[in-house]
């Protein structure tokens, strides 16, 4: 799943990392993850995309940003904002859902094109060291019992 800032990116953080404009939260199936917003309301979209469409960000098992190519999460965002602007309204399953659809996959697959991006704290590995949410609930669980 992709976690997309609509307004204000600078001033969202996921697992205690910024985003902006250039960059996206993917959420892998059954990770743990946490986002948080400075000061006001953000606009925001989350969405699942098949598989097939976000290969190389399959070998991911935990939540990270991705920096993607210029240009590219801007196009989503824009898509994003126009589906919500004129087919909420609709009913379902029209040919313009379709045809939405097939836009949104594009333009999330566009932010992965060219060679595989690579998680942004992967390249940065300053500061703490990621740990491992789910070990930290089991220790904190192992003492709370003792």
């Not at 190519?69 to 009913?91: C, D, E, F, N, Y």
């Not at 991006?117 to 060291?129: E, I, Y």
């Not at 609930?137 to 019992?145: D, F, G, N, S």
């Amino acid at each position: 799943m992709f976690f997309v800032p609509l307004t204000r990116a600078h001033e969202q953080v996921v697992n205690g990392e910024s985003l902006d404009n250039q960059s996206l939260f993917v959420i892998p199936r059954g990770a743990d993850f946490r986002i948080c917003v400075r000061r006001r309301a953000h606009a925001w979209c989350a969405s699942h995309f098949p598989a097939e469409a976000v290969e190389p960000l399959t070998a991911l098992t935990q939540s990270s940003r991705v920096a993607c190519r210029p240009g590219t999460v801007p196009r989503l965002t824009q898509i994003v904002t126009k589906i919500a602007a004129t087919l909420l309204s609709l009913p379902a399953d029209t040919a313009a859902h379709s045809a939405a659809g097939r836009a949104l996959i594009d333009a999330g697959t566009a932010c992965l094109s060219g060679p595989a991006p690579v998680p942004a704290l992967a390249r940065d590995a300053r500061g703490r060291p990621r740990l491992n949410r789910a070990e930290i609930i089991r220790k904190a669980m192992a003492v709370i019992e003792a």
